[in-house]
C-alpha cells in the first residue's frame, strides 16, 4: 500500500483515488472506504490465466463426493462453483476489453498461454456437475457446446502462436506442466459428449464417435507433452521453482483419461463400434489409470524435496488449483474404474483420496481468500 504525507495533496479529488486505486494515509477525523472499481479493474489486469483450475477442482470433487454418496459436500461445492464460473468468466471479459494486450500476450506465451485450456477443461467439468449432480442435460448441452467452441478457438489459436513465434524458449524454460491442461480439456469435453450422447438421440452414434475421437486425441497429446516434460526432467537443471504446482497435472491428465474411457466403455453397448473395441477401450483406460498412478508417489517425493529439502516456502498461488484438481480426478477415475470393470478390491482408494483432495481444496482456499483480502485492504482510500 503507497501512503500519502499526512495532509493529502489538493489535487488529490477522490474520483482520482477511485479511478487510480490509490491509499492515502488517514488524519483527524477521515474515515476509509474501498474503491471497489480499482479492486475488480486490479484483479481483472492481473488474473492469472490458469485461474479457471478453481472452478476444475471445484467440479470434480463435488462430483467424487456425489459418487461416494457425500451429497451434503457434493452440493454446497457446486452451488460455489456457480459463483466462481460466473466471477472468473466476468474478470476474463473485462480482462480482453480493457487490457487486450496483457490478454494476448498471456495468450501467446510459452508458459502462461497453455493455462487458457482451463477455460474449456472448467466449462467441461461444470457441464459433467450439471448432468451428474442435477441431471440437467438441457443446460448442459449450453456448456457442451461453449466448451467445444472454446477447445476449437484455444487450441488452434494457442499452437499456431507459439508455433510460428519467431522468439522461442528452450525448453528447460518454455515447457511445465502446465501445457497437460490441453490435455484435461480435450479430455473433459469427450467425457460431457458421453455423458449427453443418449440424449442426442437420433445422433447418439456421431456423439459417441466424437467422444472416441477426442479420448484418443487426448491421449496422443499427452503423450507428445509428457514426452518433453520427462526429457525437461532428466536431462536439464531442475531447481524448486521449477517445480511449480501445475506439475501435478502430469497426473491429473491422465486421470481424466481415464474417467473419460470409463465413460465410454459404460455406452459401448450403445454404440456398436465400441462394442468391437471394447477389449482396447479397457486395456488403454486401464493404462492411463496406471501412470496416473506412478505418478503419485513421486510427485510427492518431488514436493518433499522442494519444500522440506529445498526449504522453499509454501505460498499461495493460483497455480495450486491446477494440484488440487488431479487429486479430485484420480477419486472420481477410480471409483469409475472399478465401477465399470468391477474391481472391488480398490473401492478403498476414492474413498481415501476424496479427503485428500478436500483437504487440499480447503488449504487453497484459505489462501484464495487471504489473497483477495489483501487485495481489498491494498486499495483502500480516504475521504475526509
Not at 488517514?26 to 486490479?42: D, E, K, N, P, Q
Not at 463426493?65 to 452451488?79: D, E, H, Q
Not at 478436500?358 to 483502500?380: D, H, P, Q, Y
Request: aromatic fraction near 16%; charge should be positive.
Amino acid at each position: 500500500m503507497r501512503v500519502m504525507p499526512k495532509e493529502p495533496p489538493a489535487h488529490l479529488m477522490v474520483t482520482d483515488v477511485l479511478d487510480q486505486g490509490v491509499a492515502v494515509e488517514a488524519y483527524g477525523g477521515t474515515r476509509a472506504r474501498i474503491s471497489i472499481r480499482a479492486l475488480v479493474m486490479g484483479a481483472a489486469e492481473d488474473l492469472h490465466p490458469s485461474y479457471f483450475a478453481l472452478v476444475m477442482a471445484t467440479g470434480i470433487i463435488a462430483i467424487a463426493a456425489n459418487w461416494l454418496g457425500m451429497r451434503y459436500i457434493a452440493l454446497p461445492l457446486f452451488y460455489f462453483n456457480i459463483g466462481a464460473f460466473i466471477t472468473l468468466w466476468s474478470l476474463n471479459i473485462l480482462r480482453l476489453a480493457y487490457f487486450p494486450k496483457r490478454f494476448l500476450a498471456d495468450l501467446f506465451d510459452h508458459s502462461r498461454g497453455p493455462g487458457f485450456f482451463t477455460m474449456v477443461a472448467g466449462t467441461g467439468v461444470f457441464g459433467n456437475q450439471l448432468v451428474l449432480l442435477l441431471q440437467d442435460y438441457r443446460t448442459a448441452v449450453a456448456f457442451w457446446s461453449l466448451a467445444l467452441l472454446l477447445w476449437l478457438g484455444l487450441m488452434y489459436s494457442i499452437f499456431t502462436g507459439l508455433f510460428i513465434r519467431e522468439n522461442k524458449p528452450s525448453i528447460a524454460d518454455g515447457i511445465n506442466g502446465g501445457w497437460l491442461t490441453g490435455v484435461v480439456a480435450t479430455q473433459s469435453v469427450a467425457t460431457l459428449s458421453g455423458l449427453l450422447a443418449a440424449h442426442f438421440s437420433p445422433h447418439q452414434g456421431e456423439m459417441l464417435f466424437l467422444a472416441l475421437a477426442m479420448w484418443l486425441f487426448g491421449g496422443m497429446l499427452y503423450i507428445w507433452i509428457i514426452s518433453l516434460i520427462f526429457y525437461r526432467y532428466c536431462f536439464f537443471k531442475f531447481s524448486p521453482q521449477d517445480l511449480t504446482p501445475p506439475y501435478w497435472i502430469n497426473m491429473g491428465a491422465v486421470a481424466i483419461s481415464t474417467l473419460s474411457g470409463t465413460v465410454l466403455i459404460a455406452n459401448a453397448g450403445n454404440f456398436a463400434f465400441l462394442q468391437e473395441i471394447l477389449p482396447f477401450l479397457k486395456g488403454f483406460t486401464m493404462f492411463f489409470w496406471a501412470t496416473g498412478t506412478w505418478w503419485i508417489p513421486m510427485l510427492i517425493i518431488l514436493g518433499v524435496w522442494r519444500h522440506v529439502h529445498k526449504k522453499l516456502p509454501l505460498t499461495y498461488s493460483p497455480l495450486y488449483w491446477g494440484a488440487v484438481f488431479p487429486l479430485g480426478m484420480y477419486a472420481a477415475a477410480t471409483f469409475q474404474l472399478g465401477k465399470v470393470n468391477g474391481f472391488p478390491f480398490i473401492a478403498s482408494v476414492p474413498q481415501v483420496f476424496v479427503y485428500i483432495a478436500l483437504l487440499a481444496w480447503l488449504a487453497a482456499f484459505t489462501g484464495l481468500v487471504i489473497e483477495i483480502v489483501k487485495g481489498f485492504t491494498s486499495r483502500l482510500y480516504y475521504r475526509p
